[in-house]
């Protein structure tokens, strides 16, 4: 409540406020009115330029959210825009088609594949660089180099190489006598392979996050672990681990946040001309069903009660995430 | 643990690295030989000759060039309104004392978890009723300000400006504003090239909307590189060749900045 007072309280003073920057004539005008001036100048600045952000990003990113809601309780055509209020009925088609369950699956599926194995390697390499390494900012370096590739280059170049028939990753598994592998195709090794772009992409990222944490620990804790007896790996789990939890709940959220939403991985994985995850959906997310439903089928009401549903399912998963690593004893209560 | 590293770590820390750049030289050797060479599976994995010749393709089939201008002008121009809007909210909250700093300063911190992305629909037909789909400034808008931004800045300002400072320039006389543009804003710098440079590449590699809001031949290069592949998936040479030069510009960004890209993240993520 305050909030929104107070950012509508800055905005009527603009033109009292923006006087002081325009050096004013500084002998001729009495001292009270300038008192004034600056003593209105020190109350309202903080406001004015706090305004532009709250402003902008209620009409760009609030606003928009939360009329998703709106929309998607209407018959909303794409081109034909806004029509009748017809309650739940997007809800209720979007649960019945049978592509929302079979891609809340595999969204849900891809996301663990990329978020569990890329947080142990991530602190296992932040372990690592944790150390005096020679060229350490070359290592560091090293490591963030895929960031730079967008996920729409490393789905093509990821797509490339999980090739069903002449791919690396078959060959290569052909090198070593196994089978080579549909992963186009079979749904679960689809998800591997669209796992391993984001694991490719984040797990540098995250290394340097994890990395940041474990210098932060003060080196006196690991110098008493050692007078205690403690080895290497007890250290790295009694005193490492414990003291790099908050970063490590701010990795997963984020991760939560951003993996629920994956959309140009599995868009540009697939080969088939329909581009909807596969000839099956076996690897369509629920943001492409969000595409699918608003720019293909050109039905904005299912697409938003498709987005408000996985808004909500986003929000649950932060939830949970939050009470399991608090459950798991991951977050002590010592926690500043 | 400031240990001296044995052969292990360095040999499991190359092969990370390695692993790391395999995929974009895979990219780039693919790229460089001839489509009948890149049909036939695993080529020499040295390049061959024909890289310009793909990428010359390539640039005839997607306008490549249009594209690569529309992504450079619209990563500019968000990343610089982002850093000015957000060093000017950051100092705010930083710096300066006002009702309602605090539970401000929490939604914002809020705000950095919401997946505006999802708002897709109604800020399609926001801009379709200012008629702004199909231009580039249907994809510069929403990014004008980001939460992040200030709350990075925020935290960087905190302690790099020292109060005295501001005081002793207050009683010198100055403005609020001339405070801010003389003695916050110099020392913002280094955070602010840093949030410059991360608003920068994460607008570049941005896809979702740019897909919805941009029509085919006015592409950014995300939507564009999407175009070649799914008009040319058979042809991996030519599609390699096109993503290959489309990482050009971010990897030479890279290079000339990693160090300040590595610096960023660790300090983002400590104060965070």
């Not at chain 2, 950051?90 to 939604?107: E, N």
């Amino acid at each position: 409540m305050s909030r929104r007072t107070l950012v509508r309280g800055g905005e009527p003073d603009t033109p009292r406020v923006s006087p002081p920057p325009t050096p004013s004539p500084p002998t001729s005008t009495r001292p009270t009115a300038r008192q004034r001036l600056a003593a209105w100048d020190v109350r309202f600045s903080p406001y004015l330029y706090i305004s532009p952000f709250f402003v902008l990003f209620a009409v760009v990113g609030l606003f928009p959210l939360a009329y998703t809601a709106y929309v998607s309780l209407h018959d909303w055509s794409l081109l034909g825009g806004q029509g009748d209020f017809i309650g739940l009925q997007n809800y209720r088609e979007v649960l019945d088609n049978p592509y929302f369950v079979k891609q809340l699956v595999n969204t849900i599926s891809i996301f663990l594949l990329s978020s569990v194995p890329q947080i142990v390697i991530a602190v296992t390499v932040a372990a690592m660089l944790d150390t005096r390494l020679r060229g350490r900012t070359w290592w560091r370096m090293s490591v963030l180099l895929p960031f730079v590739v967008s996920p729409v280059a490393v789905a093509i170049i990821f797509g490339s190489l999980f090739g069903d028939r002449y791919g690396l990753v078959n060959e290569l598994l052909a090198g070593i006598g196994l089978d080579a592998i549909p992963w186009h195709t079979d749904r679960f090794a689809s998800h591997v392979a669209i796992a391993t772009m984001v694991n490719w992409r984040w797990t540098g990222y995250n290394a340097l996050i994890f990395l940041a944490a474990m210098q932060a620990v003060p080196r006196d804790l690991y110098e008493s672990a050692e007078l205690d007896g403690a080895g290497r790996v007890r250290q790295f789990l009694s005193v490492t681990l414990p003291m790099i939890r908050p970063t490590m709940v701010f990795v997963i959220i984020t991760s939560t946040i951003g993996g629920l939403q994956i959309f140009a991985e599995p868009r540009l994985f697939d080969e088939t001309n329909a581009r909807n995850g596969g000839s099956d959906r076996q690897f369509g997310t629920i943001t492409m069903l969000v595409y699918d439903f608003g720019w293909q089928l050109r039905d904005l009401g299912r697409a938003s009660a498709t987005a408000w549903m996985l808004f909500v399912l986003i929000c649950v998963f932060a939830l949970l995430n939050y009470v399991a690593i608090r459950r798991l004893g991951l977050l002590g209560g010592d926690d500043r | 643990m400031s240990r001296r590293p044995g052969f292990l770590v360095y040999g499991l820390l190359l092969a990370f690295a390695l692993g790391s750049a395999a995929p974009l030289y895979w990219s780039f050797l693919l790229g460089s030989h001839t489509k009948q060479v890149a049909a036939q599976g695993v080529p020499p994995l040295l390049p061959g000759g024909h890289f310009l010749d793909n990428a010359q393709r390539a640039l005839d089939t997607v306008p490549f060039w249009k594209a690569l201008g529309n992504s450079i002008l619209v990563s500019s121009i968000t990343a610089l309104s982002v850093v000015f809007f957000c060093t000017l909210a950051g100092y705010a909250f930083a710096k300066l004392r006002f009702r309602g700093r605090g539970p401000l300063l929490v939604f914002v911190v809020a705000t950095m978890a919401v997946p505006t992305q999802l708002g897709v629909v109604p800020l399609f037909i926001l801009m379709s009723e200012f008629g702004w789909t199909g231009s580039v400034w249907a994809v510069i808008i929403p990014w004008l300000v980001t939460a992040f931004g200030v709350f990075f800045m925020r935290q960087y300002l905190v302690d790099a400006v020292p109060d005295e400072l501001l005081e002793a320039a207050r009683i010198d006389g100055c403005s609020q504003i001339r405070v801010f543009w003389h003695v916050a804003a110099p020392a913002a710098r280094p955070a602010a090239a840093i949030l410059w440079l991360f608003t920068f590449m994460q607008v570049w590699t941005d896809f979702f909307w740019p897909l919805i809001a941009l029509p085919h031949g006015n592409p950014t290069i995300q939507v564009a590189l999407n175009q070649l592949q799914s008009g040319f998936f058979k042809d991996y040479s030519l599609v390699l060749a096109g993503t290959t030069l489309a990482t050009v510009p971010l990897l030479v960004l890279f290079i000339a900045t990693g160090r300040q890209l590595v610096s960023g993240i660790m300090q983002g993520a400590v104060k965070g």
